[in-house]
């Protein structure tokens, strides 16, 4: 990934990087981004010198035909993570338990809180699931990230990339070791999730909406399907007069 893919990616598009220095050289870090673009997950690991094990969605690794295929080799073969987010609490709880085996392993644990990709360049409100459990359960600090225009290279649906320099900015790392255990706690997980994607904020410069992206994404087909249809019904009114 490194040297073909990653060294591919960076004289191709030259992404310029802020607060390399906040990386450490050793040891387990969680590094929290938000995310806009599908090509974050490479871009990201492609300027460190360590490897970044994410959390991927689990349609990555199951989706059917030979693209499929190809693309759950892949990720499997960078040793990303596979989560369900249909809901089904095991599988979450198999995916939190793999990011805490990366953090005991000395690794960097790559993760987005959002959970999803942000439906229109906005930051979204971080599920306190997965980084904050990790963090309180290992004392794991944890590092914010900010990708800066991948969503212009890549917009969701686009298959071919533009070719343009995207920014990624490193925050220095945040010690939560005071609330190390209390991982069972709703609201210790809500205020560390919400502290981190406070500082997010303050390095990508996004607009912060405080709705989940995916109740946003619900909410923008929603709008949709509504204007098709009254668009569809002035259509079959306009045929009706003639």
Do not use: C
């Not at 392993?105 to 993760?111: N, S």
């Not at 220095?172 to 809500?190: A, E, N, T």
Request: no cysteine; aromatic share 8%.
């Amino acid at each position: 990934m490194k040297f073909s893919i990653g060294g591919s990616l960076k004289l191709a598009f030259r992404p310029w990087v802020e607060g390399l220095e906040n990386i450490p050289a050793e040891g387990p870090a969680i590094l929290a981004s938000n995310h806009l673009s599908f090509s974050d997950s490479f871009f990201l690991p492609a300027v460190l010198d360590r490897k970044v094990t994410f959390i991927a969605k689990a349609e990555y690794f199951t989706s059917p035909g030979v693209k499929g295929k190809l693309t759950a080799a892949f990720f499997k073969g960078v040793g990303q993570l596979p989560v369900d987010r249909s809901g089904a609490r095991g599988a979450g709880e198999a995916a939190i338990k793999s990011g805490i085996d990366v953090i005991e392993r000395g690794e960097l644990f790559g993760i987005y809180p959002e959970g999803t990709r942000s439906p229109d360049g906005r930051l979204y409100r971080g599920k306190p699931g997965g980084l904050a459990r990790v963090a309180l359960a290992t004392g794991a600090p944890v590092i914010p990230v900010a990708m800066i225009d991948t969503e212009k290279i890549q917009p969701p649906g686009k298959v071919v990339p533009k070719l343009m320099r995207p920014g990624i900015r490193i925050g220095k790392p945040l010690d939560f070791s005071r609330y190390h255990g209390m991982d069972g706690d709703r609201f210790i997980l809500r205020s560390v999730t919400d502290e981190v994607m406070y500082e997010i904020m303050k390095l990508s410069g996004q607009e912060y909406v405080d709705i989940y992206a995916t109740a946003a994404k619900r909410q923008i087909a929603d709008a949709e399907k509504a204007a098709k249809a009254e668009k569809g019904d002035k259509a079959e009114k306009a045929d009706t007069a003639e």
